[in-house]
């Protein structure tokens, strides 16, 4: 299968404690995109990346969320010092240029 | 601020029936209007989408209206199949040079009972 991969599907975690989420994108894709989807909402956009280059971060909802794609191939999103309200599902999509965003299943966060 | 809205939040409608979802902008920028399909524990699926210069668009038996002038556009989904039970959202897009990201509307739970 050659669809948008991310994993963990699912992590629970302690309040405090830092998480990183991975995406691997369509291979042939040079755009990934990092979504956020809190329950009955609409995905929110957080950042993207053209390649290795992080293209906008200002929608990361914090200083303690960050992302990654060192080689411009799979990303990684971190959060540092997790809060309840970070809970969510993370999405992660990829393109070619402006075209079709494709998703992947998302991973889902808990934080107790 | 939300810049798209959606309604209704859920509607559940007979098989074969029609399914009618709407959505609302603010901001005339925006140049690209797809609509995602989601099932429950998978990520959104783009289902269609249509630009500001056409007025509907047709892929089997789901249709885009749209109306620049109301900065409106719908979704129907005709003859509606039990399989169609999903969480349907409406985005819109910027132009390239602002980074083609999506800016979704609140979703609409449908359910299409047999």
């Known amino acids: 299968d050659t669809g948008v991969s991310q994993d963990p599907r699912h992590k629970i975690t302690k309040r405090g404690q830092n998480v990183t989420f991975r995406c691997d994108p369509i291979?042939?894709?040079?755009?990934l995109y990092w979504y956020r989807q809190t329950l009955g909402q609409g995905p929110e956009f957080l950042t993207y990346?053209?390649?290795?280059?992080?293209?906008?971060k200002s929608r990361l909802l914090s200083d303690r969320f960050s992302a990654e794609r060192p080689k411009g191939s799979f990303s990684t999103l971190e959060i540092q010092r997790t809060e309840q309200g970070d809970s969510a599902m993370y999405l992660c999509?990829?393109?070619?240029?402006?075209?079709?965003?494709?998703f992947g299943p998302g991973t889902r966060l808990l934080v107790l | 601020q939300q810049q798209v809205k959606q309604s209704p939040q859920s509607l559940i409608v007979q098989k074969g029936g029609i399914s009618i979802i709407n959505c609302a902008y603010e901001?005339?920028?925006?140049?690209?209007f797809p609509w995602y399909q989601q099932f429950p524990g998978k990520g959104p699926a783009l289902l269609i989408a249509?630009?500001?210069?056409?007025s509907e668009k047709k892929e089997g038996r789901f249709t885009i209206s749209f109306n620049k002038s109301a900065k409106q556009f719908s979704l129907h989904i005709m003859d509606s199949q039990p399989g169609d039970s999903a969480t349907y959202f409406c985005a819109a897009t910027l132009p390239e040079a602002a980074g083609n990201k999506l800016t979704f509307g609140g979703g609409t739970r449908v359910l299409v009972k047999p």
């Open positions: 249509i630009r500001p210069d056409v």
């Open positions: 999509a990829s393109s070619w240029g402006v075209e079709t965003q494709y």
């Open positions: 291979s042939e894709h040079n755009r």
């Open positions: 990346f053209q390649n290795e280059a992080q293209l906008e």
């Open positions: 901001n005339t920028a925006f140049d690209y």
